[in-house]
């Protein structure tokens, strides 16, 4: 199992669901930095369970316990090792799944891929949980990125077919930012806040889940950042963001639907302004070639709905291999987006940091 990420700054996520605790190793993070805890632990609660009803009931307190790499408030410059401690299993719900694969979840696949001897309580190490350490590990990283002037914030782009405002491709309101970074359900317009609650709770109610898809954005990178062809902006975003359970798909700027335009219409001009180039639209979510434009990057990510459903699905039984029904118990998301929103920051956080790092920026 890969559980390490990065070439300039290494994560290393270890844990499972239902284990003792979950943690991570950061390698590689400049000494001196200055941690503010209260505003990290703002970015763990978004991201904790058992807040309403739209996530599930399981309630953890998510707080990191750092065992080295900081001191008084700062980075020390060697590993950075925090765990985060489980307090609130329920193993036995999940004791008919050793013999009978949820539908769309990585039961099955992590049976195969591990010969039976994968923890399958609470989903093991495939479980939404171990996004926790991504979250712990992408706000401290954001902290740093923001002494350097960049900003990363994100927003629920749409839940089923509900959609909220996209963000300004050109120009990015930064009180608008910060108020998305410290919401725990983010919309730019937050008039469909109601109207998403209610297909949520909809699906509950009929124990279904529903998915969505979320919208990122940086702003403040430099011109010049990435390496062609394979280390690229858009290549190391999307290898940590697949990273994360139940994505399904990423796009940058107009993404697919640049497909359908004509090159007059897709490609962005360039222009002058305040003594700096820029571009008049920004269909390419601020990357070319792999490179850093300078104009904010955008990207949307697609969250698949929740495999944990409670509705009866059909499934096999490996113990006697045969066509079975499962039924599901136990404490599910209806839908995981709006607690997906910070680990989308987060991830994007350190795979910026890990760019930044490469270019000797930081």
């Given at each position: 199992?890969?559980?390490?990420?990065?070439?300039?700054?290494?994560?290393?996520?270890?844990?499972?669901?239902?284990?003792?605790?979950?943690?991570?190793?950061?390698?590689?993070?400049?000494?001196?930095?200055?941690?503010?805890?209260?505003?990290?632990?703002?970015?763990?609660?978004?991201?904790?369970?058992?807040?309403?009803?739209?996530?599930?009931?399981?309630?953890?307190?998510?707080?990191?316990?750092?065992?080295?790499?900081?001191?008084?408030?700062?980075?020390?410059?060697?590993?950075?090792?925090?765990v985060i401690?489980?307090?609130?299993?329920?193993?036995?719900?999940?004791?008919?799944?050793?013999?009978?694969?949820?539908?769309?979840?990585?039961?099955?696949?992590?049976?195969?891929?591990?010969?039976?001897?994968?923890?399958?309580?609470?989903?093991?190490?495939?479980?939404?949980?171990?996004?926790?350490?991504?979250?712990?590990?992408?706000?401290?990283?954001?902290?740093?990125?923001?002494?350097?002037?960049?900003?990363?914030?994100?927003?629920?782009?749409?839940?089923?077919?509900?959609k909220d405002?996209?963000?300004?491709?050109?120009?990015?309101?930064?009180?608008?930012?910060?108020?998305?970074?410290?919401?725990?359900?983010?919309?730019?317009?937050?008039?469909?806040?109601?109207?998403?609650?209610?297909?949520?709770?909809?699906?509950?109610?009929?124990?279904?889940?529903?998915?969505?898809?979320?919208?990122?954005?940086?702003?403040?990178?430099?011109?010049?950042?990435?390496?062609?062809?394979?280390?690229?902006?858009?290549?190391?975003?999307?290898?940590?963001?697949?990273?994360?359970?139940?994505?399904?798909?990423?796009?940058?700027?107009?993404?697919?639907?640049?497909?359908?335009?004509?090159?007059?219409?897709?490609?962005?001009?360039?222009?002058?302004?305040?003594?700096?180039?820029?571009?008049?639209?920004?269909?390419?979510?601020?990357?070319?070639?792999?490179?850093?434009?300078?104009?904010?990057?955008?990207?949307?990510?697609?969250?698949?709905?929740?495999?944990?459903?409670?509705?009866?699905?059909?499934?096999?039984?490996?113990?006697?291999?045969s066509d079975?029904?499962?039924?599901?118990?136990?404490?599910?998301?209806?839908?995981?987006?709006?607690?997906?929103?910070?680990?989308?920051?987060?991830?994007?956080?350190?795979?910026?940091?890990?760019?930044?790092?490469?270019?000797?920026?930081?």
């Amino acid at each position: 199992m890969s559980s390490a990420w990065g070439n300039n700054i290494k994560i290393s996520v270890f844990g499972e669901s239902h284990g003792n605790g979950i943690g991570i190793v950061i390698d590689g993070l400049p000494s001196g930095e200055k941690i503010d805890m209260d505003k990290l632990l703002i970015q763990m609660a978004r991201r904790a369970p058992g807040k309403d009803k739209t996530a599930t009931p399981r309630k953890e307190s998510d707080t990191p316990e750092i065992l080295s790499g900081m001191l008084n408030g700062f980075t020390t410059g060697v590993a950075l090792t925090a765990v985060i401690r489980n307090t609130n299993t329920r193993s036995q719900d999940y004791g008919n799944l050793l013999t009978k694969p949820r539908p769309s979840h990585a039961d099955y696949t992590g049976f195969v891929r591990y010969k039976g001897f994968n923890d399958q309580r609470g989903g093991g190490h495939f479980s939404g949980r171990l996004t926790a350490p991504i979250v712990f590990a992408g706000a401290l990283c954001r902290q740093i990125l923001e002494r350097k002037g960049i900003k990363i914030s994100a927003h629920i782009n749409s839940i089923g077919n509900i959609k909220d405002d996209g963000f300004n491709p050109l120009e990015i309101d930064s009180e608008l930012m910060d108020r998305l970074s410290l919401s725990a359900f983010s919309l730019i317009n937050q008039s469909v806040e109601v109207s998403m609650r209610n297909i949520i709770e909809e699906c509950r109610l009929n124990q279904d889940s529903i998915g969505g898809t979320i919208e990122c954005a940086v702003t403040g990178m430099p011109v010049g950042v990435g390496s062609p062809m394979f280390d690229g902006v858009e290549n190391v975003i999307s290898s940590i963001i697949f990273g994360v359970p139940a994505v399904k798909g990423i796009e940058f700027g107009a993404g697919f639907d640049i497909s359908k335009m004509k090159g007059s219409e897709a490609n962005d001009p360039y222009t002058y302004k305040d003594n700096r180039v820029v571009t008049t639209k920004n269909n390419n979510g601020g990357i070319l070639g792999g490179i850093t434009s300078g104009m904010p990057i955008i990207f949307r990510v697609a969250i698949k709905p929740t495999a944990s459903i409670s509705q009866e699905q059909d499934t096999v039984d490996l113990s006697t291999k045969s066509d079975t029904k499962l039924s599901i118990v136990g404490r599910h998301d209806p839908c995981i987006v709006p607690r997906a929103v910070p680990v989308i920051e987060s991830a994007v956080a350190i795979a910026i940091m890990e760019l930044m790092m490469g270019a000797n920026l930081i």
